[in-house]
């Protein structure tokens, strides 16, 4: 894999400009309360760049006045006290092993190799991974650090590294979608569990613990935490309580997914549970399946991004007043409050900034990987249903990374009633 991570900071390293450097930290655990931190997850882009997903890290990347580049990782120095609470943290030679990286310096050196590349070398232009969600959210010691240099070298100039990379994360190489398609195929393992254990009587985090059985069984991850959500609770989009009774005549809709070499499923199933869709169910939920079903029908590169929502729209306005559920198109939102995709890559909700074209518009591209996950959600009817699929925008079409798990209500229901059979 390191040669995977060496052609990222090539790529990386073609897009700046000369007299500059980049800088991007790993971070550390937040705090949960006490002496308890919470799990660490990696900075995405500084693995995408080095394959490294410890904390404490950080990677400088400089261009010189003659466009030649110079690379260095940090990792912090061995604490034989810490080392025997927590471990050791990643050393030298794991690190040149994991990344291909060949200079190794210490973390307490940052300041001096950062102060030496603006004073005595003279880089004017500086990269920072700078994403940020809000004021309300937490600095990321990219933005502190931002916020030093500033205090610093005013004249120096900042440019936020985090679009170019959102640009270069978005369209995946074979290695990156074979590790997707593994990651997609343990999660679909954890939908048929479901439709293999579920009875009417038992709580959700029941059903849900058959899924966490098979993620860690397989050594994988979960990518998000899990939405177990049966009856009404399906109305509700990020539902994360699973502790209501699954009750005779409940659908119930699970979102889950898992990840491995932090690259992320997204998966997502509605099914009866006690084994048969009521009339009014499959009504629905046949609507929300030919909604996804048009939406494949137009993935090819070329096709603006923006458009895939706007065929469930049109095609919910015929079906929804079809039924009687509407009257205007502006009650749509009513029922279908999402939109029918994202990107999937490093983060479940992946990247995807920094792919816009010169009219404003991101546009599919062979090679990124977005859900389809039309739903509707009925709150009077107590009725929730979303279908999703992880899919590969390809040359000339698509390739379903999730297709080999049944969604045809036909299916799901014959694969259910086989289990009173056994």
Not at 132 to 154: C, Q, S, W, Y
Not at 381 to 401: K, Q
């Amino acid at each position: 894999m390191k040669e995977f991570y060496t052609e990222n900071r090539k790529k990386f390293g073609e897009l700046m400009e000369n007299n500059s450097f980049l800088v991007i930290f790993a971070g550390q655990a937040p705090l949960e309360r006490g002496d308890r931190f919470y799990s660490f997850s990696p900075q995405r882009n500084l693995f995408y760049l080095t394959g490294i997903d410890k904390p404490a890290v950080a990677f400088m990347l400089k261009k010189n006045h003659k466009g030649e580049l110079h690379e260095r990782l940090y990792v912090e120095r061995f604490d034989e006290t810490f080392a025997k609470w927590e471990g050791a943290p990643i050393n030298g030679d794991k690190a040149k092993e994991v990344s291909g990286v060949e200079n190794i310096a210490f973390l307490d050196e940052l300041d001096k190799h950062i102060s030496s590349a603006l004073v005595r070398e003279r880089l004017n232009v500086v990269y920072l991974d700078l994403e940020t969600r809000g004021l309300h959210v937490p600095n990321t010691p990219d933005i502190d650090f931002a916020g030093r240099l500033r205090e610093k070298f005013p004249a120096v100039t900042i440019i936020n590294a985090h679009p170019i990379l959102g640009g270069l994360r978005l369209c995946k190489t074979d290695t990156e979608v074979t590790m997707m398609q593994k990651a997609a195929d343990v999660t679909g393992l954890g939908f048929m569990a479901f439709l293999d254990n579920v009875r009417p009587g038992m709580f959700e985090y029941e059903l849900e613990a058959h899924w966490d059985y098979i993620v860690r069984k397989s050594g994988l991850k979960r990518s998000f935490d899990t939405i177990m959500a049966s009856g009404a609770n399906g109305t509700v989009l990020h539902y994360h309580d699973n502790n209501a009774e699954i009750k005779d005549g409940d659908l119930v809709l699970t979102d889950f997914g898992a990840q491995y070499g932090w690259y992320c499923a997204d998966l997502s199933r509605t099914f009866p549970a006690n084994g048969k869709f009521t009339p009014r169910q499959r009504e629905l939920y046949n609507i929300v399946l030919g909604a996804m079903k048009k939406v494949f029908a137009i993935i090819k590169p070329g096709v603006k991004f923006a458009e895939l929502n706007q065929t469930v729209k049109d095609y919910y306005k015929e079906e929804l007043t079809r039924i009687g559920l509407i009257k205007d198109e502006n009650e749509i939102a009513n029922y279908y409050y999402h939109g029918v995709s994202h990107m999937i890559g490093l983060e479940v909700h992946d990247v995807g900034a920094g792919s816009t074209s010169t009219d404003g518009e991101l546009y599919l591209k062979a090679g990124m990987v977005i859900s389809v996950e039309p739903g509707l959600y009925i709150a009077e009817e107590g009725i929730g249903i979303r279908i999703e699929d992880d899919v590969l925008v390809t040359e000339d079409g698509y390739m379903n990374l999730t297709e080999a798990f049944i969604k045809e209500p036909d299916e799901i229901e014959a694969y259910m009633a086989r289990r009173y059979e056994l």
